[in-house]
């Protein structure tokens, strides 16, 4: 008797895990990291071996599941470049140069560990497939697979925290499982009731010694126009700021 | 103790550095009603001559020029702007300096000055000098009707505008058609007034359809007859895959004119259709090497016949100038200025390999461009350094040579080679 009730409390504390929806949860990440539509403000460093640093200013709108868009205020040589991003289609528009040439996710304007991909991240659930989800203690790991090739990494591993559903740890890898780069999630601030981290490190064992940093600052809510997402538009950037 | 103390003053002079070491500010990305900005550069050049060449000897005969000549080129682009509301004013002046043994000028451009009034964001309105770049080609853009062509041994320069009227209407969809956007434009044209796109004194019309359709930019484009006659163009750009792009350009010109020396000497005019056309593609690999490849047909070119005779007839002017000292045929020669453009002729090969980083040197690519003529087999070859590590500061050393038989388009240009070093600072 004593060996069936204890079945049936395991069977009925097991039932969260078994019920735990993937893509649910990792829905749920992507809007505690980022609501459905904002703007934000974020600051790229690169930091060499030697302690050399160079920083880029980037004011960012996003709307829905494949609309990003970037804009470079600093520094100076490469103000004005923009990069737009709809669905698996990424455009970089250089000022003088004029007109706004096709990229590829995996290519980095800025050099340094985060590449396009990273730059102009769309939801990881409009991109990624919950595979499994590991139950870590105080943490979740969710195993995802890219939905299709056009996608950076192939594979990604996301760390979350249980209460906040926030990732701490997102790890980027190849099909073969080679691990490309490691982003971690640091420093937890509220930005108008979205409480998020506002700093994100990433190294790479392709770039070793190297790290790059991207701090978030005026993060909010923000409705758009779908028209604001368009090559045409790429030039009047600035006129939402 | 004493230990103990040395850590704890350097944790408390150590603390405030530590918080401090990533820090963004609000006040960092405050947004002015103004901007103010720019580059300075020096480019000083050493031309390797080619005294045998028909452009050297067009361009130098009776005047005495070393092997070797240096040049400085220097540099003040401004860019000045004023956004309020709905209305942004944008002016770009350029200042530039160049000095030979031979010459030196002091010159001030207006690459562009307009005027942009955007109500709406799917409505925009500009008036006044603006470079459009229309086209997908990285070094040829033939349908870029309304742009000044673009040098392709440095396609990224800033170009100088033309004075026009133009306006955006953008309109987003779900479905295959993403985006629709309608660009019609008037460029007026007299002899004070974009004095250089034609003859007529017309107010010239055109326009541009854009479509997003299945992943695939797709442009429209269309000049309709006034001081050049009609042209109709159609370009588009896709990416197979996440490091695969694909683009190409159509451009159909009416009755288009080309001047052609003749084999008696004479300067004469013929006309008919052409068409050009360009495929290209850009391609990045696992080791983050990008190879961007172009085959441009200019349909407006000159066949290689007609390029010898004109070859040939600058070898009998001078000939003619050194025996009796008549230089009349050489200037009349050297006024022809479309046998000495880029692409003159009708068959080009563009191919540019750059290496995003290698050694794990930040910011530092390399990079190696040739332009063939496949009609004659020439071409010239670019080797180039470019370093943006230090902030605002940009370093490109940049070398050509250019390699063909005589009475080849490259074999018969004014240098061999030429090495510069760029040198641009930003602010």
Redesign the interface.
């Known amino acids: 008797m004593r060996f069936i009730a204890f079945f049936i409390i395991a069977l009925l504390s097991a039932l969260p895990a078994f019920a735990l929806d993937g893509q649910q949860l990792l829905k749920q990440i992507d809007r505690n990291l980022n609501p459905e539509s904002y703007e934000s403000?974020r600051?790229l460093?690169?930091i060499?071996p030697d302690g050399?640093r160079?920083?880029f200013?980037l004011?960012t709108i996003k709307k829905g599941t494949d609309k990003v868009a970037s804009l470079f205020?600093?520094?100076?040589?490469d103000?004005g470049r923009s990069t737009l991003r709809?669905?698996?289609?990424?455009w970089l528009n250089?000022?003088?140069?004029?007109?706004p040439?096709?990229i590829?996710?995996?290519?980095?304007v800025v050099?340094?560990v985060f590449n396009n991909a990273d730059i102009l991240q769309l939801d990881y659930d409009a991109e990624y497939r919950v595979e499994k989800v590991e139950d870590k203690g105080e943490d979740y790991l969710l195993h995802l697979k890219a939905k299709n090739?056009?996608?950076?990494y192939d594979r990604v591993r996301i760390l979350a925290d249980k209460a906040r559903k926030l990732p701490s740890r997102i790890e980027c890898l190849t099909e073969a499982g080679m691990l490309i780069k490691t982003l971690y999630f640091k420093d937890i601030k509220n930005f108008g009731g979205i409480n998020r981290p506002a700093?994100v490190e990433t190294d790479s064992p392709l770039?070793?010694g190297?790290k790059s940093?991207m701090?978030?600052?005026?993060l909010k809510k923000r409705s758009?126009?779908?028209?604001?997402?368009?090559?045409?538009?790429m030039t009047?950037l600035?006129?939402l700021? | 103790m004493l230990r103990l103390f040395i850590i704890a003053v350097l944790l408390t002079f150590a603390a405030p550095l530590l918080a401090a070491e990533?820090?963004?500010?609000?006040a960092?990305?405050e947004?002015k009603i103004w901007h103010l900005?720019g580059?300075v550069e020096a480019r000083p050049g050493l031309n390797l001559l080619d005294r045998d060449a028909a452009q050297t000897r067009l361009r130098y005969y009776g005047r005495h020029v070393d092997d070797n000549l240096p040049d400085f080129n220097g540099k003040l682009l401004l860019?000045g702007s004023l956004?309020k509301d709905?209305a942004?004013l944008f002016l770009q002046p350029s200042l530039d300096y160049t000095a030979t043994r031979l010459n030196s000028y002091l010159r001030l451009t207006w690459y562009e000055a307009w005027l942009q009034a955007?109500p709406d964001?799917?409505f925009?309105f500009l008036l006044g000098k603006r470079?459009?770049?229309?086209?997908?080609g990285?070094a040829w853009n033939p349908v870029a009707f309304f742009d000044r062509p673009k040098n392709p041994d440095d396609p990224?320069?800033?170009?100088e505008g033309y004075w026009l009227a133009t306006a955006?209407f953008?309109?987003?969809f779900d479905g295959p058609l993403?985006?629709l956007?309608v660009?019609p434009l008037l460029l007026p044209q007299d002899h004070d007034l974009n004095r250089d796109f034609g003859n007529g004194d017309q107010i010239n019309w055109g326009g541009k359809l854009?479509f997003?359709l299945y992943?695939t930019?797709i442009d429209l484009i269309m000049m309709g007859r006034g001081s050049r006659n009609a042209g109709y163009g159609l370009d588009f750009?896709?990416?197979l895959?996440?490091?695969f792009?694909l683009?190409g350009e159509l451009a159909w010109l009416v009755n288009s004119t080309r001047p052609v020396v003749t084999s008696n000497g004479q300067p004469s005019l013929t006309r008919g259709d052409s068409i050009s056309w360009l495929l290209g593609l850009?391609y990045?690999t696992e080791q983050?090497t990008?190879w961007i490849a172009e085959y441009y047909r200019n349909g407006n070119g000159y066949y290689s016949n007609e390029m010898n005779t004109y070859f040939q007839q600058v070898e009998r002017a001078w000939a003619t100038w050194q025996q009796n000292g008549n230089a009349a045929q050489l200037q009349r020669l050297g006024q022809a200025q479309s046998y000495g453009r880029t692409a003159a002729m009708r068959d080009y090969l563009y191919i540019r390999v750059s290496q995003?980083?290698p050694f794990?040197i930040?910011?530092f690519t390399p990079a190696l461009t040739t332009i063939a003529n496949l009609q004659d087999a020439s071409f010239s070859v670019t080797p180039e350094l470019l370093y943006?590590?230090i902030?605002?500061?940009?370093l490109r050393l940049k070398g050509t040579a250019v390699l063909g038989a005589p009475r080849s388009e490259y074999g018969e240009k004014q240098n061999d080679a030429r090495i510069e070093l760029r040198v641009r600072y930003?602010?």
């Not at chain 2, 990533?22 to 609000?26: A, E, L, N, R, Y």
């Not at chain 2, 470079?131 to 997908?136: P, Q, T």
């Open positions: 403000y600051k460093i690169n060499e050399t160079k920083e200013t004011y205020l600093a520094p100076a040589s103000k709809l669905g698996d289609n990424l250089i000022p003088n140069v004029g007109k040439v096709r590829t996710s995996l290519q980095s050099g340094g090739k056009s996608v950076a700093t770039y070793k190297y940093v701090l978030y600052a005026k758009f126009r779908d028209e604001v997402f368009t090559l045409n538009a009047s600035d006129s700021r | 990533f820090s963004f500010d609000d960092e990305v947004k900005g580059y860019e956004e709905w942004k955007k964001d799917s925009r470079s459009l770049r229309w086209g997908k990285y990224e320069l800033s170009l955006d953008i309109q987003s993403k985006t956007a660009t854009y997003l992943d930019d750009s896709r990416n895959t996440t490091n792009e683009h850009r990045l983050d990008t995003k980083e794990d930040l910011y943006t590590g902030t605002n500061l940009e930003f602010f």
